[in-house]
């Protein structure tokens, strides 16, 4: 690390030169020189739709199951003036579509949002159902600004919602006014009616404690080969509403500064792509990927390690993962436990409770046409296991592969792990070289790795498995 | 806001126009308040801290309030409050020009939280001026801080017969709203004389701003920066005492008991009657920074 230290420092001067000679031949703009600016118009739909285009509402496509019907506005139904706007979510088998949404689009060249902090609006429901999402920023072209904010609760009277700015400086020139998608996840597959009013940006000023998070606001780690890239995920912005309640919004990486500490190794692009340029120099081959927003400092990040390795990988966010049948088996009636995929804070991970025994299948359970994997040619499986309650010297894990799984020439090996290798609450990587499962004398059709603790260890989190070689 | 700068240049003009009228020798007037308004002017510095000097809190002015109240007799600080006060830097330390009183999440002494307390009693007491502080609040559910007077005879004569004046306090949960009492007999606890400010366009949490009481023989005047929000009167209180059944027994329900010296308290509590406890969004440590208290005095 020092030595990089130093070489920037060798840089920094050099680029202070290029600097100064740069502004010195900086010029301003003439004055005959009109900068574009766009309109500021606050109001998005009142009693009628404010300066949006004709079609007004743009459904989501209805090859994708939206269903453009359910959209209108509504005269007896307003939380001020005459006129509200009525949407009628579908059923899940409306022939017409199983959901609703789409979104409201300047009807000019954008607007200048930057005077404002927050999207605002008026909501209430036939019945306390929960929409999916609402946001703005997507324009169905770029979708570069984009905001969300997911499961918005409806009340049955009107009530007020707040959906943050993360950065309005950046919305010089915004088209997207509005988005909105809703289905029937949270009434049990039965219809209702929601009415919408007033949706405005405003400048609250009561909107307070930014803070911005890439990667779920942790601190992750892994490996990727040079000249693939790995995307920045997990981003949200969270901010204090004026009630004390916290708002978080999903936010596009667009919002964000995202810095690379190793150039040598990563670089990153405004779309959070981080591409992986080569091995590091001088023995470092890992690069930190950092973002502020705003000019606050999020919480998270990403170290990237430079590798040269052939993978199949079967579960990781790095890595294309191969298809798999299931992160859990469910083998009754002996099997005991829950569990499975789950984000957890924009970070995939396997979350597994009341943990006896569970297996990964990846043969084509029932006909599913999922393949199993040939790592004939791989050297190392890398798993990593966080232990979310206490552990004891005495817990284990044991790991075992399955070659030709359900057929007669199944064979298999075991590798296991002590609660000693282990951590309470911590993540601990594993790289287990493949000649350590005795036993498993083929590997040209793994399709089944099975985790036995006994109950020794019942709460399991695994993250980043994979297969591997060094090239 | 438009409306109250209208006002104010009103009066600019109004005055301009009292000036001019002077000056031709029409009428003679003042455009400053005299003695006759309710008004009271106070002028005269007598006491300020600026918290420029580095480390612990001046010990000239201040010292602390220490544990959870049960050496004072009243466990909780009697509201049930969830914090064990500390005079450790961790909790109340002056640096970057101002005094910080940091509340933690942490196990101490039997509490789940710490923070500090800080008071002027037999340092700095005073009867009557401006009584003033720029504060920058903490925030989230269950943060409690507040800037407030006691008087100096609490020993003698118990609470809330001594009178306590609460020139701040706010509630984490509602960062855009202050809120300014007087407690006293008859009129205290949750029948205190009690108003909320609410800012409009800005939060408590993210800036300075400075809170404070003009107190006369007759009248308690509380403001949020430039703005006077509340005007307390020994009637206000008699009347307020008044309407409360359960002071039918007591014969000094809505006495005034604001004309002995009080001194100074600023803390943060945890948890509590009034906000009830952090919630897992509350966010710690936090921090309420104190850039100045100013004290002023008619003479």
């Known amino acids: ?366 006909n599913s046409g999922v393949q199993p994997v040939d790592i004939t040619d791989l050297t190392h ?54 000649s350590s499962f005795a036993g498993l004398t083929a590997r040209d059709a793994v399709g089944m790795m099975l985790f036995v603790t006994d109950g020794t260890i019942a709460n399991l989190s695994i993250d980043n498995i994979y297969y591997y070689a060094e090239n | 806001m438009n409306l109250k700068n209208k006002i104010k240049s009103n009066a600019i003009q109004l005055c301009a126009t009292l000036v001019a009228m002077i000056t031709v020798g029409v009428v003679v007037i003042s455009c400053n308040p005299d003695d006759t308004q309710i008004v009271a002017n106070f002028n005269t510095i007598t006491m300020q801290d600026e918290f420029d000097i580095d480390g612990a809190p001046n010990s000239s002015l201040w010292t602390f309030e220490i544990g959870d109240g049960t050496a004072q007799g009243i466990p909780g600080w009697g509201n049930n409050e969830l914090q064990y006060y500390t005079d450790r830097p961790e909790n109340a330390v002056v640096e970057d020009g101002m005094l910080k009183i940091v509340a933690r999440q942490e196990a101490f002494e039997g509490s789940g939280y710490t923070s500090a307390r800080i008071i002027s009693q037999n340092l700095f007491e005073q009867q009557y001026g401006r009584f003033e502080a720029r504060i920058k609040l903490p925030w989230g559910q269950g943060l409690w801080p507040a800037f407030w007077l006691l008087g100096n005879d609490c020993a003698e004569n118990p609470w809330p017969n001594c009178g306590e004046i609460d020139v701040m306090e706010y509630l984490g949960d509602e960062p855009t709203v202050i809120f300014g009492s007087v407690h006293g007999p008859g009129y205290n606890a949750g029948d205190s004389v009690s108003k909320k400010y609410e800012l409009q366009n800005a939060r408590f949490d993210d800036e300075f701003h400075i809170f404070g009481v003009e107190w006369s023989p007759n009248r308690i005047n509380f403001y949020v920066d430039d703005e006077l929000y509340q005007s307390i009167t020994p009637e206000t209180i008699a009347d307020e005492a008044a309407e409360s059944i359960d002071n039918s027994l007591l014969d000094n329900a809505g006495d005034w008991v604001f004309n002995r010296p009080f001194f100074i308290i600023m803390n943060v509590a945890v948890g509590g009657n009034l906000p009830g406890p952090p919630n897992a969004d509350t966010v710690f440590p936090q921090t309420m920074y104190v850039d100045y208290v100013r004290v002023y005095s008619a003479d």
């Open chain 1, 1 to 366: 690390m020092k030595k990089f230290n130093l070489k920037y420092h060798i840089v920094f001067p050099l680029l202070g030169a290029i600097c100064i000679v740069m502004v010195g031949c900086e010029r301003g703009f003439s004055d005959d020189v009109d900068l574009a600016t766009f309109p500021n118009t606050p109001d998005i739909f009142t009693d009628a739709p404010v300066g949006l285009t004709d079609e007004f509402f743009e459904s989501f496509d209805p090859a994708v199951g939206a269903n453009p019907n359910g959209f209108g506005t509504d005269d007896n139904e307003a939380f001020e003036g005459t006129t509200s706007i009525r949407i009628d979510v579908p059923t899940p088998t409306d022939p017409d579509g199983g959901f609703i949404g789409g979104i409201f689009r300047d009807r000019g060249e954008g607007r200048d949002l930057t005077g404002y902090d927050a999207l605002t609006f008026y909501a209430k429901g036939s019945t306390t159902a929960t929409i999916g999402t609402i946001g703005f920023g997507s324009d169905f072209e770029r979708d570069r600004y984009a905001v969300s904010v997911n499961d918005i609760e409806l009340s049955t009277d009107w009530r007020k919602y707040i959906i943050p700015i993360p950065d309005p400086s950046k919305l010089v020139q915004e088209k997207g006014m509005f988005l909105f998608s809703a289905g029937t996840e949270s009434t049990n597959g039965a219809g209702y009616t929601f009415w919408i009013d007033e949706i405005r940006f405003e400048n609250l000023g009561t909107l307070g404690q930014p803070r911005p998070k890439i990667m779920g606001g942790q601190d992750q780690m892994g490996q990727a080969n040079v000249d693939t890239s790995v995307p920045i995920i997990g981003l949200t912005y969270t901010a204090n509403g004026p009630n004390g309640s916290d708002i978080t919004v999903n936010a596009t990486p667009s919002y964000y500064d995202f810095e690379t500490s190793n150039p040598f190794v990563a670089s990153v692009d405004e779309f959070g792509l981080v591409t992986v340029d080569g091995p590091g120099e001088g023995g470092n081959n890992t690069a930190t990927i950092t973002a502020t927003l705003g000019g606050v400092p999020a919480e998270g990040s990403l170290t990237i390690e430079a590798v040269n390795i052939e993978v199949i990988s079967i579960f990781s966010d790095v890595f294309a993962n191969v298809p798999v049948d299931n992160y859990n088996g469910f083998y009754e009636p002996f099997q005991t436990t829950l569990g499975g995929a789950v984000n957890e804070n924009g970070n995939n991970i396997i979350d597994y409770t009341m943990l006896n025994f569970v297996a990964i299948e990846y043969y084509g359970r029932d």
């Open chain 1, 381 to 434: 499986l890398h798993i990593e296991f966080r232990v979310n309650e206490t552990v004891d010297a005495s817990d284990f894990i044991n790991i075992s592969l399955h070659n030709n799984f359900t057929q007669p020439s199944e064979v298999s090996g075991v590798f296991s792990i002590s609660g000693a290798e282990l951590l309470s609450n911590e993540w601990v990587e594993f790289d287990i070289p493949l």
